[in-house]
């Protein structure tokens, strides 16, 4: 990436209109845009990985298959951010998530989130 966008908000996977817009324009500090994980990754990621070491159960192939669900991450604005905290989904998947969605916790927020077309970082 160019030094201008070397950063990471600029490496997710999705990205709110509202978020985008800031960034194009280069709006953005540590204020403004969030990179949030989309499936909190303390309690889909790390602890279930935890739990498998635990019980001798953990392998690459178990690793690879959570991360390839799991990691998933998207720029907000900070008010979506504190969108979400209000909701209790900040940190939170939805009580009803189907364990699929990667997209749960937005849609209840009303937060639409598109993929993050990065073409704007390389225009010279």
């Known amino acids: 990436m160019p030094t201008k966008y070397n950063d990471w908000r600029f490496s997710s ?23 949030d994980h989309m499936i909190p990754k303390t309690e889909y990621i790390r602890k279930i990985c935890e739990d498998a070491a635990k019980n001798g159960t953990i392998t ?5 298959d959570i991360l390839m669900r799991n990691l998933w991450v998207t720029t907000i604005h900070d008010d979506e951010n504190k969108l979400l905290g209000k909701l209790g989904l900040r940190n939170k998947m939805p009580k009803d998530w189907d364990g699929a969605n990667i997209f749960a916790r937005y849609e209840k927020a009303g937060i639409e989130l ?10 010279v």
């Open 13 to 35: 996977d999705y990205v709110s209109e509202r978020a985008q817009e800031h960034s194009k324009e280069g709006k953005w500090d540590s204020n403004t845009l969030q990179y």
């Open 60 to 64: 690459t192939d178990y690793i690879f």
């Open 114 to 123: 598109m993929e993050h077309d990065k073409g704007y970082i390389y225009v």
